[in-house]
């Protein structure tokens, strides 16, 4: 199994950043599209953005788009989440997930392994 750790999360204020990666272990994480979702409390868990297995293609929710960039280092076995521009409702914690299919995937059901997520809170 593909076992990861996200680290970076903290509180910035509106409009500053941060940089989320997500530490990989397995032998089989360079053949694994990657996802970034965040879970608000009270809300459901949604999808942030999605990286296929080599890196070259990305897709991002609309809230996520020109603020946001998933890259990888399959080098490293380490994916990352640059979040720029940050607004109070990007609050929530942010969990990165591997599927089981090396192409883009966007829904949740298709990501088998999860980290235990790191808290992002922005504040007004």
């Known amino acids: 199994q593909v076992q990861l750790v996200e680290s970076g999360g903290g509180l910035v204020q509106a409009g500053g950043s941060l940089r989320l990666s997500c530490a990989a272990s397995?032998?089989?994480?360079?053949?694994?599209?990657m996802g970034w979702f965040r879970q608000a409390p009270g809300k459901e868990r949604e999808l942030v953005g999605c990286i296929n297995w080599s890196g070259e293609r990305t897709d991002y929710a609309d809230s996520a788009k020109g603020r946001f960039t998933i890259s990888r280092d399959n080098a490293k076995n380490t994916m990352y989440l640059q979040m720029n521009t940050l607004l109070p409702e990007d609050t929530a914690v942010y969990y990165c997930?591997?599927?089981?299919?090396?192409?883009?995937?966007?829904?949740?059901?298709?990501?088998?392994?999860w980290g235990q997520g790191t808290q992002v809170t922005v504040s007004s």
């Open positions: 997930a591997a599927a089981r299919v090396a192409n883009l995937v966007q829904a949740i059901a298709m990501y088998a392994y």
């Open positions: 397995g032998r089989t994480f360079s053949t694994n599209a």
